[in-house]
């Protein structure tokens, strides 16, 4: 093969299609049995994307864009998976991929890649691609007793095709993240009783979801390469402006105004209202204090609404989370329990239920809504070993170490789609994910004009590209969050902030200056011993 792919979601995909379109033999690796990668796995009741649909989906392609169009504002799980589904089709990617395949080895010897997979495949390569995904790998706490549980418990992210039935049931959700967050007004519907175990309250904006109509697509798609060039050379890969710098200088019906527009219109052009959020502490005091009085108006009882109210991070130091079919209400439903498991934290799973230091909570069934092992945990869950043996996992023990998040210093012909130290989870994913495709290709392309067999960063520009990372994480207030990005939520997880949080249009520029002046960082070259003249 010129070519391994790891994955078949949105980054895998597109992949193979750029490299197959190169005239490169391509094969792809995806250990779910169907495309779709988050898509598929992530059945949950309430799953739905907080990206607004028509720039959550691919832009490179004319047909695709004429031949669908999405049917509301943000698409739920079953939609998002039937477009990739159709991508796939449309552009016959299914003979690609080898599916219910895990790559479980990759080592570059004797100048290839020799990738292992779990049926006991063995295949070599020039290029080894990962398309893992920076949210595919669950994570689930190691409870005591966990395996004393009568009941059933499943993963969010591993949710039965089948789905769950919980009419009826007496059912806990630990976790109030993004997911918790969908699932939870869902599950209130359904089971005869519901416990929610809250560690860390969150800052929900509405959604705001709603149908497109004919009229709205119409529009969408009249102005369709504007919407996906503003997203392109945006802050987040979405084509929202800025209400104002900063709040200094407005008056307090100002402020008030601005906030309670964006709020009105929802998701994430709310983070939209004041540049300077994510980096001053006063301007983001004023927008969490926004949020925490929103909180405090849609819950009944003052006491619950006090244990949901966040004090402890400000707002967008973790991943704003949205709420489509009213969260904060939920806990105005007597069938409805909110365990603070801050104050009194899980001890253990029993037989009939789980217990904290407080109380027992019998359950029928428990949902892990604990998220992912992000960033590194689907790359690192590989044993990846580049140049001389060195090993991946040891390598990054003290945190992952990327040249624009896209190779790795050590690892030739290794590219990562979205990897640490890119904009990635900072990011709508597919305006990313599209620029990392489209670099790599172009790359890999460059080389076989140019004659060029092998692609790696230099540690010197690995090195500069992670501190200027680090160092612009420091100006921000991420910091000052236990936050996935930071990998605080793994216990042993190295704390270091793994998303380039410079914005997609300053990322892409860089991406593009490396390329112009030669591929700058990189050693390029026509042999690896001894390495060949270097186009930096
Ligand atoms: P994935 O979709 O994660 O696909 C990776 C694939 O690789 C998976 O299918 C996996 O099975 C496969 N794989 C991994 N390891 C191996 C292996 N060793 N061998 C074989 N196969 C392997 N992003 C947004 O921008 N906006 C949103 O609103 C948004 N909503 C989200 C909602 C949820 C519930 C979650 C979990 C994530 C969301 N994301 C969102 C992030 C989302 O992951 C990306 O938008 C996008 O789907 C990533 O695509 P991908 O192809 O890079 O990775
Ligand atoms: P998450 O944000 O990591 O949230 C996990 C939740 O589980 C947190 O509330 C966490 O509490 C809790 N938790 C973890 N370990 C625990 C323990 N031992 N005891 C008690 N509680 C524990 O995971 P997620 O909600 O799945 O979301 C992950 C990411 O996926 C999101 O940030 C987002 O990027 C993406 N996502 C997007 C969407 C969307 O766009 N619609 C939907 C879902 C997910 P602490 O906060 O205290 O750690």
């Not at 130290?421 to 990313?432: D, H, T």
């Amino acid at each position: 093969m010129d070519a391994v792919v790891v994955g078949a979601g949105f980054s895998g995909l597109y992949m193979s299609h750029r490299l197959r379109e190169l005239g490169l033999s391509v094969r792809v690796y995806e250990k779910a049995p169907d495309v779709g990668g988050t898509w598929y796995w992530n059945r949950y009741p309430g799953a739905r994307c907080d990206s607004e649909s028509h720039i959550y989906c691919y832009s490179f392609s004319e047909e695709i864009r004429r031949e669908w169009q999405w049917t509301e504002r943000y698409p739920e799980q079953p939609e998002i998976l039937d477009y990739l589904r159709f991508v796939a089709d449309r552009l016959d990617l299914r003979r690609l991929i080898e599916f219910e395949t895990e790559v479980e080895s990759a080592e570059f010897d004797d100048g290839n890649w020799t990738v292992t997979t779990d049926d006991g495949e063995t295949v070599d390569s020039q290029f080894f691609i990962s398309a893992v995904g920076c949210l595919s790998e669950p994570y689930v706490p190691e409870f005591e007793n966990r395996d004393a549980f009568d009941g059933e418990w499943y993963h969010t992210a591993r949710w039965p095709r089948e789905g769950v039935d919980l009419d009826g049931k007496r059912v806990g959700v630990i976790g109030t993240g993004s997911t918790g967050i969908q699932l939870v007004p869902e599950v209130a519907e359904r089971a005869a009783h519901l416990t929610v175990f809250q560690r860390t309250p969150n800052y929900a904006v509405p959604a705001r979801n709603r149908p497109l109509s004919d009229d709205e697509w119409a529009e969408i798609t009249d102005n369709y390469d504007e919407i996906w060039e503003d997203a392109r050379f945006s802050w987040l890969g979405m084509p929202f402006e800025m209400k104002h710098a900063t709040t200094a200088g407005l008056s307090d019906e100002e402020i008030e105004a601005a906030l309670e527009e964006r709020w009105q219109e929802g998701g994430f052009r709310f983070l939209h209202t004041f540049e300077d959020t994510l980096f001053n502490p006063e301007t983001n005091e004023i927008v969490s204090e926004f949020l925490r009085e929103k909180i405090r108006e849609r819950v009944e009882d003052p006491e619950t609404a006090e244990k949901l109210v966040p004090t402890d991070h400000p707002y967008g130091s973790k991943r704003p989370p949205m709420d489509y079919n009213g969260y904060y209400e939920t806990f105005n439903r007597e069938d409805v329990t909110l365990a603070d498991v801050d104050e009194n934290p899980i001890t253990e799973f029993a037989p009939e239920g789980i217990r904290t230091t407080a109380s027992l909570y019998e359950l029928d069934t428990v949902i892990f809504a604990t998220g992912f092992d992000a960033m590194t945990g689907a790359l690192m869950a590989m044993d990846i070993r580049g140049r001389d043996g060195s090993v991946l996992s040891e390598e990054w023990a003290d945190g992952p170490r990327t040249y624009l998040g896209l190779g790795v210093d050590g690892f030739p012909n290794l590219f990562t789609i979205t990897g640490p130290q890119s904009p990635a989870v900072l990011s709508n994913m597919p305006v990313s994910i599209e620029q990392h495709v489209d670099w790599i290709a172009d790359c890999i392309e460059y080389m076989r004009a140019e004659g060029y067999e092998y692609i790696e960063p230099r540690p010197e520009a690995a090195e500069r590209w992670v501190s200027q990372t680090n160092a612009l994480a420091d100006q921000m207030l991420f910091s000052e969050a236990e936050s996935w990005y930071r990998g605080a939520n793994v216990p042993g997880k190295p704390r270091v902030f793994t998303p380039f949080p410079g914005g997609v249009e300053t990322y892409r520029r860089e991406c593009e200056r490396v390329v112009e002046n030669g591929y700058e960082g990189f050693e390029l070259s026509e042999s690896l011993d001894p390495p060949a003249q270097s186009a930096d």
